[in-house]
Structures are given as C-alpha cells and as structure tokens.
C-alpha cells in the first residue's frame, strides 16, 4: 500500500472507462509522476463530507492505478485515502459507468471536467447546433429538426440561423407536417 501523501500532494482522479482519456492520463504520468489516478469501480472511492465547503463532498480513494512516466502504471491501495483534488470520467449517460461516475462526482469540493447533465447536452447534436449557431455565432449544417412538444430542455423560440425547430404535439397522426416541413 502507498502511504505518505500529504493534503498538499496533487490528485488528479479519472472515474470509469479510461479509453477516451487514456492519453490525458499517459502524459499526465510523464509530467506528474503518480499524480494521475484512474478509479475503475465505485467501491474504490468514498464520498465524505467536505470539511472546507459546507455541503460539498470530497472524494477520497483508497485504490486506483496510477500513472508514472513512460506509460508505467501500477494498482495501488492507499492508507490513508487519498483525496482527489480534480475529478473528470466518462460521464456519458448511456455508458456502463454513467450512473456510478455520476454520482460521485456530483457536488464535489474540487473542480470537476465534466457532469452527467453536461455530457447530455453536448451529447445532443440539436442543442449543440443552436448554442454553436445562436450564442456563439458559428455557421452549422442546415438542420430541420422535429422533436415533441414536452422537451423541455429548449427554449420555446428556438431561434438559430440555419436551425429549424418543428414541435410535435404528438407523433401520431402529423404525417402532413411533417411531409411539409
């Protein structure tokens, strides 16, 4: 088991799958030997209340593999656990991990890369065009887009050069606007 990491040693925690971020945790190792932690199950980190941020959460591990230069890794046990001071993982909501990796990163007392909410919105293509093309003003592929009527997750004037938002008070019997539009 590791011991003798101190509040000030840095922890940087990588929750689920590390296939996306395997490279950020490769040259993670190399720049900061041990410093990058890959936690692969919920039962190796532990939430715990934070003692600097009153209703946040620090998230301390007792097991991860860690990184060191030239891509060597090795499965530690810590004792004490060890806190992690930024957390990021696959935070897609569709994906084995999204429910665990969710959860514990969710009001965490360190920055964190990434929410399950998050990973939802950049996930959908149509609410990725209309920030892209009304907030920040980029051209996106003309995009017709039909979608019901109780998604409450746009706004209610969807306006976005080249985004045509059609809401569908039901999918059943609409056929002629669809065919329209």
Do not use: K
């Amino acid at each position: 088991p590791l011991a003798g990491f101190g509040p000030l040693d840095m922890t940087v925690c990588i929750l689920g799958n590390p296939t996306a971020l395997l490279p950020v945790l490769l040259e993670g190792g190399t720049r900061c030997p041990g410093a990058m932690v890959l936690c692969l199950s919920p039962t190796w980190a532990t939430r715990v209340p934070s003692e600097t941020s009153p209703g946040a959460w620090s998230l301390l591990l007792s097991r991860g593999v860690s990184f060191e230069a030239g891509g060597r890794s090795a499965l530690d046990t810590f004792s004490p656990p060890r806190r992690a001071n930024y957390v990021t993982g696959t935070f897609a909501t569709g994906g084995p991990e999204g429910g665990w990796v969710g959860e514990l990163a969710r009001d965490l007392d360190c920055p964190t890369g990434g929410s399950v909410p998050l990973a939802h919105r950049l996930e959908d293509p149509l609410v990725a065009r209309w920030v892209l093309s009304a907030r920040a003003n980029l051209p996106v592929p003309p995009t017709l887009a039909f979608v019901l009527a109780s998604r409450g997750d746009l706004p209610a004037e969807l306006v976005a050069p080249g985004v045509r938002l059609v809401r569908l008070e039901d999918p059943q019997g609409q056929q002629s606007l669809v065919q329209e539009e």
